[in-house]
């Protein structure tokens, strides 16, 4: 089975720009969570959906956005970039509803890199 | 609030040698602790998790981890070091909170190894 996939893999924008990353969960997952990893740092956390409803929202401004669609696969989006909005962005999955224990599941993320 | 330390940025070790790579956490619950191992350019593996129960959980790759509760501490350990773990290892609490679930991270701590 495939895991978590992710795309791009890799994304160069300028500022002011919008960007969309998007990320299918591994099959059977019906939740998808977003972080953001800046170089050096830990992966920090920015959405997470369940049954295609925001279910958690981090410390992030509203330029980022999310959604989950139907199939449960799910776009982050970042409007009007800046300098730091350069980092990876990691999907995960997980089968089960966020407040049970259930394991997140990480793809291999997308290399943003803001000019 | 949550948090999670990795007190050691980086750390060198030789192969065949033995390692403890430190985690400490502030969560007011019990916590759901996790280790993720990240390779240069990847996104996250789960190396084991801790839920409740035994104290001390056994990995994938040889790897174990304690729980002490008294310390707020998980560390992660390996008998024997093998090149192939050279990699940042990340220590992680989930933190549940109304519908959400997300995951905090260490900053994480790069493992060089030795020939």
């Known amino acids: 089975d495939a895991g978590v996939t992710q795309s791009p893999t890799h994304l160069i924008k300028t500022r002011g720009q919008h960007v969309t990353l998007r990320c299918s969960p591994i099959?059977?997952?019906?939740?998808v969570s977003w972080y953001q990893q800046v170089l050096g740092q830990g992966p920090q956390f920015i959405f997470q959906?369940?049954?295609?409803?925001?279910?958690g929202r981090g410390n992030f401004p509203d330029r980022f956005s999310a959604r989950q669609f139907p199939n449960y696969s799910s776009e982050l989006n970042v409007n009007a970039l800046l300098l730091g909005d350069s980092a990876l962005y990691l999907c995960?999955?997980?089968?089960?509803?966020?407040?049970?224990?259930?394991?997140?599941?990480f793809g291999a993320g997308t290399r943003l890199s803001v000019l | 609030a949550q948090s999670v330390t990795q007190p050691d940025i980086h750390i060198t070790v030789s192969e065949g040698a033995s390692l403890e790579l430190r985690c400490n956490y502030s969560?007011?619950?019990?916590?759901?602790l996790f280790w993720y191992v990240q390779s240069p350019g990847q996104g996250l593996q789960l190396l084991l998790k801790?839920?409740?129960?035994?104290?001390l959980v056994q990995g994938i790759k040889g790897f174990e981890a304690e729980f002490k509760r008294s310390q707020s501490s998980f560390n992660l350990r390996k008998p024997s070091v093998h090149w192939s773990d050279a990699a940042e290892y990340f220590c992680?609490?989930?933190?549940?909170?109304?519908?959400?679930?997300?995951?905090?991270f260490g900053k994480g701590t790069k493992l060089s190894v030795k020939p």
């Open positions: 099959s059977g997952h019906k939740s």
């Open positions: 959906y369940y049954e295609k409803e925001e279910r």
């Open positions: 995960a999955s997980s089968a089960g509803p966020p407040s049970t224990k259930n394991i997140q599941y």
């Open positions: 969560y007011g619950a019990t916590p759901y």
């Open positions: 992680a609490v989930v933190v549940y909170g109304g519908s959400q679930g997300n995951l905090i």
């Open positions: 801790y839920f409740s129960g035994d104290t």
